[in-house]
């Protein structure tokens, strides 16, 4: 008997990270509404019923029952429902350590499969199933809808499309060191380019300038603590490295027209 070995399967499965940061089945209501905004993780979107509208700059993309959804990691994203939407939904991150970047963040535009009825009914069941292997059996469902949209963007691009080493390093460096006083200066620094340099780059593959991407990324983890965590407005800001709680409110309030206790309240009250 002769066995024959890929030895790069191995290391490339290793060093593949897929995560599941958030989830829920959710009927929204006229609350559920966010203007566009980086967001370091992917969305997805299993539609049941209802409409709703995704947003990003020009493009707007139709929500529709039949159908599931990715905002992809980077790409700034935003939504409202005409009236309700009921889904199932995702925040997932899939990253090649050896790149060092979400593997969606070079992806520009709103990605959509369809995936009928009863298929989500079943993904619904699993969901809220109390048994651990249906929830791996959904999660194993879940990855493979993620490498779909990942391997129907390479098929439309004719390959995938990469960033430069120097972005991908200079975007793990930033989502791992978020902070309101991280500056452009500490992240070229960081990946050995100087801020004029890195801030072209950004410009051209991203759309925004160093320092406006940080800020974004700050905004969408606060909304996030906000709506997922237990902090308070005080710990919140003192996590995310604001000198104190009102300058951090007063931010927060100027991006968003609310509040964070409003907000948190609001977006509770679904």
């Not at 939504?79 to 979400?102: C, I, M, N, P, Q």
């Not at 969901?127 to 493979?144: G, Q, T």
Request: aromatic share 14%; proline share 4%.
């Amino acid at each position: 008997m002769e066995i024959f070995r890929q030895p790069l399967f191995s290391h490339s499965h290793r060093d593949a990270e897929f995560k599941i940061l958030r989830d829920g089945f959710v009927v929204t209501d006229e609350t559920w509404k966010q203007n566009p905004l980086y967001a370091p993780y992917s969305r997805v979107y299993f539609v049941f019923e209802g409409s709703g509208m995704l947003i990003s700059g020009e493009e707007q993309m139709p929500l529709e029952p039949g159908y599931v959804y990715l905002a992809p990691c980077g790409t700034k994203c935003g939504f409202y429902g005409s009236d309700s939407v009921t889904k199932l939904f995702f925040h997932v991150t899939l990253s090649f350590l050896a790149e060092g970047s979400d593997a969606f963040e070079p992806i520009t535009h709103f990605l959509k499969l369809p995936c009928d009825v009863e298929k989500m009914e079943e993904l619904k069941q699993l969901y809220f199933s109390k048994e651990p292997f249906d929830h791996f059996r959904l999660s194993c469902y879940l990855r493979k809808t993620v490498c779909d949209f990942l391997l129907s963007t390479e098929q439309a691009l004719g390959g995938r499309r990469y960033f430069p080493k120097n972005l991908s390093d200079a975007l793990a460096f930033i989502r791992g060191n978020l902070h309101a006083k991280l500056t452009a200066t500490d992240v070229a620094k960081h990946v050995f380019c100087s801020v004029g340099t890195l801030n072209a780059i950004f410009r051209r593959e991203i759309g925004q300038s160093i320092s406006a991407y940080v800020d974004d990324l700050i905004m969408s983890e606060a909304q996030t603590m906000l709506l997922y965590s237990n902090y308070s407005v005080g710990e919140i800001s003192e996590r995310l490295g604001f000198c104190d709680q009102f300058y951090f409110s007063r931010c927060f309030t100027k991006r968003f027209s609310l509040s964070p206790q409003k907000f948190r309240k609001i977006q509770s009250a679904k």
